[in-house]
């Protein structure tokens, strides 16, 4: 098989793995065997760099053959799909190729995994071991990290990577039993406590010019969503506990995909793609907005589809509201509707010479339609009643698509 081909296949077996791109933006179902609603040509993804920039990434597998069964992948041994599978040279060659054309501005690799968990993961740390010493690659990499293989491997890796992942795949230890057999919960948590040490002990040598760098865009993992009957709280709750025992940098969702000849223990179809946008902005607020996760995902347990979880909070608390933007905290303006995090910060600054008003928020370029109702300025305040109205609701509610992560 030419390498063309192998990319073709390993690039469309790799992307359904989240963590190397934003909230998706299209469905994905892979029931014809080969998946359609790539949001990127050939094997491109985009991800961010540690310094915020948004960059491309050659995104492919080693291979998309896999000595184990998890349910809901389609690269599972008992799949029927076509495999390839790429030597290290391969994947060497297409990178430097890729990066010379300006293509990419760098690689992520995963694989399936082949022979054992030590054989898979010294394969990805020969491409990236090869790129950076025999290459002097300067671009990005971010390698998949196998729980199961050798700590050393793991330490290896994450000389020559900026960022190392492990997917914990499914939100409980129930469901990854369950779903996924062969994969053991204890591994991937040892393994990202061990990468949690690690990055620590990096971080606390930075200041040693001769310290060798350590996967310094840190570690992230990535969670299937809509496979088992989780709750988005559940969801949460696991996200929150990872965020907070493993310093992950990201904890990625990416909604269940439909696959060929699927087990009966799967569902027939893909979860609401919204959902999987929601979660990203219930993470948001979790990390960067003070929310707790009994705040945003209380009740049912579940996110609304139709509104974002910050709205939804701020339509349950209506008392909280309407709060002065020139006296509030900036804890309580974090909690305002469509106040993004950049937009309080101004606001604080701008406060400090004279009070805020209106058109000073307009130049924040804040949705007003949005703000407006939950704030009280020098020349603006909500009409009586309006924030106890059922109206307010109608009025707030977005056009049914859309899929704006402002927050
Ligand atoms: S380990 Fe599981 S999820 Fe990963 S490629 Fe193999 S079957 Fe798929």
Same mark, same amino acid.
């Given at each position: 098989?030419?390498? =063309?081909?192998?990319?073709? %296949?390993?690039?469309?077996?790799?992307?359904?793995?989240?963590?190397?791109?934003?909230?998706?933006?299209?469905?994905?179902?892979?029931?014809?065997?080969?998946?359609?609603?790539?949001?990127?040509?050939?094997?491109?993804?985009?991800? *961010?760099?540690?310094?915020?920039?948004?960059?491309?990434?050659?995104?492919?597998?080693?291979?998309?053959?896999?000595?184990?069964?998890?349910? *809901?992948?389609?690269?599972?041994?008992?799949?029927?799909?076509?495999?390839?599978?790429?030597?290290?040279?391969?994947?060497?060659?297409?990178?430097?190729?890729?990066?010379?054309?300006?293509? %990419?501005?760098?690689?992520?690799?995963?694989?399936?995994?082949?022979?054992?968990?030590? *054989?898979?993961?010294?394969?990805?740390?020969?491409?990236?071991?090869?790129?950076? +010493?025999?290459?002097?690659?300067?671009?990005?990499?971010?390698?998949?990290?196998?729980?199961?293989?050798?700590?050393?491997?793991?330490?290896?890796?994450?000389?020559?990577?900026?960022?190392?992942?492990?997917?914990?795949?499914?939100?409980?230890?129930?469901?990854?039993?369950?779903?996924?057999?062969?994969?053991?919960?204890?591994?991937?948590?040892?393994?990202?406590?061990?990468?949690?040490?690690?990055?620590?002990?990096?971080?606390?040598?930075?200041?040693?010019?001769?310290?060798?760098?350590?996967?310094?865009?840190?570690?992230?993992?990535?969670?299937?969503?809509?496979?088992?009957?989780?709750?988005?709280?559940?969801?949460?709750?696991?996200?929150?506990?990872?965020?907070?025992?493993?310093?992950?940098?990201? !904890?990625?969702?990416?909604?269940?995909?439909?696959?060929?000849?699927?087990?009966?223990?799967?569902?027939?179809?893909?979860?609401?793609?919204?959902?999987?946008?929601?979660?990203?902005?219930?993470?948001?607020?979790?990390?960067? *907005?003070?929310?707790?996760?009994?705040?945003?995902?209380?009740?049912?347990?579940?996110?609304?589809?139709?509104?974002?979880?910050? +709205?939804?909070?701020?339509?349950?608390?209506?008392?909280?509201?309407?709060?002065?933007?020139?006296?509030?905290?900036?804890?309580?303006?974090?909690?305002?509707?469509?106040?993004?995090?950049?937009?309080?910060?101004?606001?604080? !600054?701008?406060? =400090?010479?004279?009070?805020?008003?209106?058109?000073?928020?307009?130049?924040?370029?804040?949705?007003?339609?949005?703000?407006?109702?939950?704030?009280?300025?020098?020349?603006?305040?909500?009409?009586?009643?309006?924030?106890?109205?059922?109206?307010?609701?109608?009025?707030?509610?977005?056009?049914?698509?859309?899929?704006?992560?402002?927050?």
């Amino acid at each position: 098989m030419d390498v =063309r081909r192998k990319l073709e %296949i390993l690039a469309d077996a790799a992307k359904y793995d989240a963590s190397c791109a934003s909230s998706g933006t299209e469905k994905r179902d892979a029931r014809d065997g080969k998946g359609i609603g790539s949001t990127e040509g050939m094997g491109i993804c985009h991800s *961010y760099a540690p310094d915020g920039r948004c960059i491309s990434l050659l995104k492919i597998l080693m291979t998309n053959a896999c000595m184990y069964d998890c349910l *809901y992948c389609v690269n599972r041994a008992s799949s029927n799909v076509q495999r390839a599978r790429f030597t290290v040279d391969e994947v060497v060659d297409l990178t430097l190729d890729f990066y010379r054309r300006n293509y %990419i501005e760098g690689l992520f690799l995963s694989s399936g995994i082949i022979r054992s968990p030590d *054989y898979t993961m010294e394969q990805l740390v020969r491409v990236a071991r090869k790129l950076r +010493l025999e290459h002097g690659f300067k671009g990005y990499i971010h390698l998949k990290t196998i729980p199961d293989a050798d700590p050393d491997l793991t330490t290896e890796a994450g000389l020559f990577a900026d960022r190392l992942s492990i997917n914990v795949e499914l939100p409980t230890e129930t469901g990854l039993s369950a779903l996924a057999p062969e994969k053991d919960a204890r591994a991937i948590r040892r393994t990202m406590g061990n990468l949690r040490v690690r990055l620590e002990e990096a971080k606390a040598e930075r200041k040693n010019p001769k310290a060798p760098r350590f996967a310094p865009a840190g570690q992230s993992t990535q969670m299937i969503i809509g496979a088992d009957g989780s709750t988005d709280r559940t969801i949460l709750d696991t996200s929150a506990n990872l965020y907070g025992s493993y310093r992950l940098k990201r !904890v990625y969702y990416s909604a269940f995909s439909p696959i060929p000849d699927a087990s009966r223990s799967l569902p027939l179809a893909a979860p609401p793609l919204m959902r999987e946008h929601r979660l990203y902005q219930a993470d948001w607020l979790l990390r960067f *907005y003070g929310f707790s996760v009994e705040e945003i995902a209380g009740g049912a347990g579940m996110l609304p589809l139709d509104i974002d979880p910050k +709205l939804a909070w701020a339509l349950q608390h209506r008392d909280w509201f309407p709060l002065d933007v020139n006296r509030a905290s900036r804890e309580q303006l974090l909690r305002v509707p469509g106040l993004g995090k950049k937009a309080v910060d101004r606001i604080l !600054v701008a406060r =400090r010479h004279r009070a805020v008003r209106s058109d000073d928020l307009l130049r924040l370029r804040v949705s007003p339609g949005k703000v407006l109702p939950f704030v009280v300025l020098p020349d603006h305040r909500p009409k009586l009643g309006l924030l106890d109205g059922e109206q307010l609701v109608a009025k707030l509610r977005p056009p049914a698509r859309q899929m704006s992560l402002g927050l």
